[in-house]
C-alpha cells in the first residue's frame, strides 16, 4: 500500500465551487505540505504544517486553504475555484528534520 | 537562500544515445540534491538522491548522478537512452537541519528519438 495518498485522483469542477482535496500517510511523519505544479514552473508550496496545530502558508497561499486534522491528515481547499487554480496538485510528507520529503501520487483538479 | 536551476526546457536524445541533464543549485548549507521523474500523466518518483558521502550516485532505471560541489551541478546522466526514459524530469535541492524548504527546478521534458 502506498504511503502517502491522495483523494480525488481527478476532479473536475465549476467556478466558483468549494472542493476539498485530501491526503492521508502511513509513514508516522509530522510535517506534511501541498504543492502545485504547472507546466514551465516545477512544483511551487501552498501551505505547509510541521505538527497538528502549526500551520504556515507557503509561497502561493492566496486562494488555498487547509486542515491538519490529524497527524495522518492533512486537506487542502479552494474556497471558491476560478480557472487558474487548473493544475496538478502534490501532497507530500518528511521527518522532523524536513530534508527529504515523500510524495503522493497527485490530484489533477480541472476547473471550467 | 536556496535555488535550483535546470538548463534546458526540453532536451531531445536519439535512442543508444548519451543522456545528460543539467542541474546546478545554490545553497548556503550543504544541500541534499534530488532528481524525480514524472512520467505522462503520472506522480513524482525518486530516481536517486545524494545526502551525504559518495558523490556519484545510481539510481533506478540505469540512472546516475555526480555531485559536484565546486562546480554546484548534479547533473543527470544515463549512458544509453530508451525509448521509456521519455518523461519529466525534476532536480530538487532541501538543506539546513529543521528546514521544510524544498527547491524544485522548473523541469527538463526529455525526448527519444527512434
Known amino acids: 500500500d502506498a504511503d502517502v495518498t491522495q483523494t480525488p485522483r481527478n476532479r473536475i469542477t465549476k467556478t466558483g465551487k468549494r472542493i476539498m482535496l485530501e491526503c492521508s500517510q502511513t509513514?508516522?511523519?509530522?510535517?506534511m505540505y501541498w504543492y502545485r505544479q504547472d507546466p514551465g514552473l516545477g512544483l511551487r508550496l501552498i501551505y505547509y504544517?510541521?505538527?497538528?496545530?502549526?500551520?504556515n502558508k507557503g509561497e502561493i497561499s492566496d486562494g488555498y486553504s487547509v486542515s491538519r486534522q490529524a497527524q495522518a491528515k492533512f486537506s487542502l481547499s479552494l474556497e471558491s475555484a476560478i480557472p487558474n487554480q487548473t493544475a496538478l496538485y502534490f501532497c507530500?510528507?518528511?521527518?522532523?528534520?524536513?530534508?527529504?520529503?515523500?510524495f503522493g501520487p497527485g490530484t489533477r483538479l480541472t476547473v471550467t | 537562500a536556496q535555488s535550483v536551476t535546470q538548463l534546458g526546457s526540453h532536451v531531445s536524445v536519439s535512442e543508444g544515445a548519451l543522456v545528460l541533464l543539467r542541474c546546478n543549485y545554490s545553497?548556503?548549507?550543504?544541500?541534499?540534491l534530488f532528481w524525480y521523474v514524472q512520467y505522462p500523466n503520472q506522480g513524482l518518483q525518486l530516481l536517486l538522491k545524494?545526502?551525504?558521502?559518495?558523490?556519484l550516485v545510481k539510481g533506478i532505471n540505469g540512472f546516475e548522478a555526480e555531485f559536484k560541489k565546486s562546480e554546484t551541478s548534479f547533473h543527470l546522466t544515463k549512458p544509453s537512452a530508451h525509448m521509456s526514459d521519455a518523461a519529466e524530469y525534476f532536480c530538487?535541492?532541501?538543506?539546513?537541519?529543521?528546514?521544510?524548504?524544498?527547491?524544485f527546478g522548473t523541469g527538463t521534458r526529455l525526448k527519444v528519438l527512434a
Open positions: 507530500a510528507t518528511s521527518d522532523l528534520t524536513g530534508r527529504e520529503q515523500y
Open positions: 509513514k508516522g511523519h509530522d510535517r
Open positions: 504544517s510541521f505538527d497538528v496545530k502549526d500551520i
Open positions: 545553497s548556503s548549507v550543504p544541500p541534499y
Open positions: 545524494y545526502t551525504t558521502g559518495a558523490t
Open positions: 530538487a535541492v532541501s538543506g539546513g537541519s529543521g528546514t521544510y524548504k524544498y527547491i
